[in-house]
């Protein structure tokens, strides 16, 4: 409800900003805008407030063992081990942590102890080498970098329709503070485009941690993934626009920021911490959005027994090296979206079995001839993906 207050005022700003430009332009659409928003807030706090379960239901946080899997199934397109996957979830955790205890000491020998990584972190914040000022100069580097990829890329590890080689890279008019993708029009007149919503009164950046994300977005990620399936010929419009499954889709980003590191693009010590940052964090949701849903015992590092609001904030905190009001938000997003958080981590760890599988399978292929197979299937859940390509 907060939210579409917010927006009621910044978004149809926004709209009148953007049609003061188009001579075109009807008469009244922001305010349009504005009212839809408030209606919309007006109608979450009589019809949807009142029946919303809070964080002291009798069941606990989550939506519970029975519901969980229904959530889980939809967001993977596949069924998984809870058990197996929340312990998975653990491990890759602890794993994620020795590689960055590494990348600390290769950074900064002199760190040592429980607190390198985070230390290590805040070392990193305040080098010049990795920080921009300025909105222009985030957009230029976002361009610099996603261009420098493609041209990498391009031919070596994947096969890039040239209508591709073209990817935009914007500041959001929206100050939310995500980065996303937009996919390109089927003609290529709109180009696929990376944005950056900016939140008000930010103007520092750091490339350390971003990196991966260009990555994550543009090639090979979102941008080659779902561009691909709107310019192929192959693909029906439902399955160019309306199939995306997120730990199909998800999952492949992941992949690629994983993978990129595998290939040599973030042999940069800081860029890798940045990429180990991401993973972490995705192992993170995997631990508390299946643990919090399904009432399993909470980890040792925050008491173990069941887990609480308390401990599961206390959780993120310490594996999440974010801006704090932004991952407030991302907590209470886990909390009222089960399933779909770890949907990133699990969707990775299939892609990177189904790659496996498909190179043990055929000792002659190469991994740009799985990328390319692979991609040209358009979405579908992950059933289906190792399923095809089987």
């Known amino acids: 409800m907060e939210q579409c207050r917010t927006q009621a005022v910044e978004a149809a700003d926004t709209v009148a900003a953007h049609l ?46 029975d519901a969980y899997p229904l959530y889980s199934r939809a967001f993977l397109g596949t069924v998984i081990d809870l058990e197996e996957t929340y312990a998975w979830g ?3 955790l602890s794993a994620i942590v020795g590689e960055q205890s590494a990348v600390a000491r290769e950074l900064y020998p002199d760190l040592d102890g429980p607190d390198a990584v985070a230390q290590a972190l805040i070392r990193l914040d305040a080098e010049e080498r990795y920080t ?35 990817l935009a890279c914007r500041i959001a008019p929206s100050g939310s503070g995500g980065i996303y993708y937009t996919g390109p029009s089927a003609d290529l007149s ?35 993934q779902i561009g691909e399936s709107v310019v192929s010929p192959l693909l029906n419009r439902w399955r160019t626009l309306f199939s995306f499954t997120s730990g199909h889709g998800e999952g492949w980003a992941l992949y690629a920021e994983r993978l990129m590191a595998d290939l040599g693009f973030l042999d940069d010590p800081g860029e890798r911490m940045g990429m180990l940052d991401s993973q972490r964090l995705r192992a993170a949701r995997v631990v508390l959005d299946i643990g919090v849903h399904c009432g399993l015992p909470a980890p040792d590092e925050i008491g173990g027994g069941a887990w609480t609001y308390e401990k599961a904030w206390e959780f993120l905190t310490h594996h999440c090296a974010m801006d704090r009001q932004v991952l407030r938000f991302e907590l209470h997003r886990y909390l009222g979206w089960p399933g779909q958080a770890p949907s990133y981590a699990v969707g990775q760890r299939v892609w990177e079995r189904t790659r496996d599988a498909y190179l043990t399978a055929r000792p002659a ?10 991609l040209a299937l358009g979405g579908m859940g992950l059933d289906t993906l190792a399923t095809a390509l089987a």
Do not use: C, N
């Open 20 to 65: 003061s430009r188009v001579a075109s332009a009807p008469d009244g659409l922001a305010d349009d805008v504005r009212g839809a928003f408030r209606r919309f807030a007006a109608f979450l706090d009589a019809r949807i407030a009142p029946v919303a379960v809070g964080f002291d239901a009798p069941g606990g946080l989550g939506v519970g063992r």
């Open 190 to 224: 709109r180009p696929g485009t990376m944005w950056w919503a900016v939140p008000k009164g930010q103007d520092t950046f750091h490339t350390w941690q971003e990196t991966t994300t260009v990555y994550h977005e543009g090639v090979p990620g979102h941008h080659l």
């Open 365 to 374: 292929a190469t991994l740009r001839e799985f990328h390319s197979d692979a």
């Open 90 to 92: 653990q491990e890759r």
């Open 132 to 166: 921009l000022r300025g909105t222009d100069a985030l957009r230029g580097w976002m361009q610099d970098k996603s261009d420098a990829a493609v041209s990498a890329l391009a031919g070596a590890h994947f096969d890039i329709p040239a209508g591709l080689t073209r």
